[in-house]
DNA sequence: TCTTTACTCCATCATTTGATGGAAACGAGC
DNA sequence: GCTCGTTTCCATCAAATGATGGAGTAAAGA
């Protein structure tokens, strides 16, 4: 029995997929509270009660958006995975930033998605997100953080949050941080890059103070 | 003549103020849309009416919240500055991430605004800020990364904007974060020092291959 | 042709939310 | 005590918003 979210990301054409795809980028761009159910309807250009048809109540399309851009995101993630496996760290670093920015870039309302949920307090509560911890476990091992593969420690954790919201931080800030440097879109896009490379890879590939960085594939957490 | 923040924080312990402080933590928690005027009232204890009577429409107050913030943090800015003034990069690095962390733990909301304001696409249109821009350029000149210190990269700006936002994502992120990785507060504070310190410190202060960071104090960003 | 099923829209509700007018309370100066 | 300016609250509005009932439509199957 599939779930209405499998059932829409099957049949891509039809009317529960469609109006997925708006509320994807209606909720991308003004957030939960900022969006009126309306307004993704008008996007669909459908009538609003169609939309909870297909959907039911707000909250549950927004938690099915927010599983659908993991869903995307677990997809690209392991398609980089297969690409950058075996190669330095270095280089697997600059791959991923290439690639994910790319990615990220063409669908901006995934870095917001992800960010907001981070950030905001919504006014009814929600389940947390099952999907984040594997993620970051994913990431984590794909960078080689962790010897233990089965238990990946707080602190590699910490650092593959760092890296992925550096990287959505300048996605999703587009909008405020590109009118402000008087940059165009092709120039920003350059920039970030370059920016995410400089202050990433060093830490991880460069060579840098001992007492500074602690080796990578130390699992403790606390000392003493 | 003072503006209606100047008077606010002037005097703090005026209802002006008081419902300015209410506004900050609310809207920093839910966000523009997610704030009902009723809810800062509620804390306050006041009126809705009064809280009109004060500072007049919703977009209002929350720009004044926003400036306010902005105020706050270019204070801490300074204060921080004087301290590590003159000291070695690395050392200047580490006591300012120690230093804006306690402080941004204890205002968490001035990150949440801060990054809320990046990130969403607010209903009504709203004027840009100039506090950032200034902000970042005197963060860039504390770091030394621009030798003309008054015109700065873009380079060096998207340097700081990456450091600053760094930070305040493990800050707003607590809520979300904290339990994920199952951590007291005490512990996350201390993994996100260290975590920070790991990112950030090699990037401007570690010995990096010369190809990827430019020279810090170089001005022109676009090659050709 | 009739029935069933899936879908779509119109009309409408109840609540929430931004916002205001006007009356009461308060305090300073006379 | 009286007046005047300031502040606070109660009552209320109009618009926006989440949500639903029920009628209508179209296609598939008997």
Redesign the pocket.
Known sequence: MATPLEKARMAPD???AKILKAARRVFGQYGF?G?????I?KEV??????????W????DLYEAVIRDIYEDLKLKLSEVEKIIHGRPLAERMETSIDMMTDYLFDNPEISNLILFRYFTKT?HPTGHDIHVPELISDVARSMNLSEDKSRISTRARMQVLAIMNTIHNFISGEGFFRPMLDLEKKEYVTHVRETLKFILVPAFAGKQPCELGAPPDEAAATPG
Request: proline share 0%; hydrophobic share 25%.
């Open positions: 039809s009317m529960k509270h969006t009126t159910t309306r307004m309807a250009e459908i009538d609003i009660s169609t939309l909870y048809y297909h039911g109540e707000k909250g006014r």
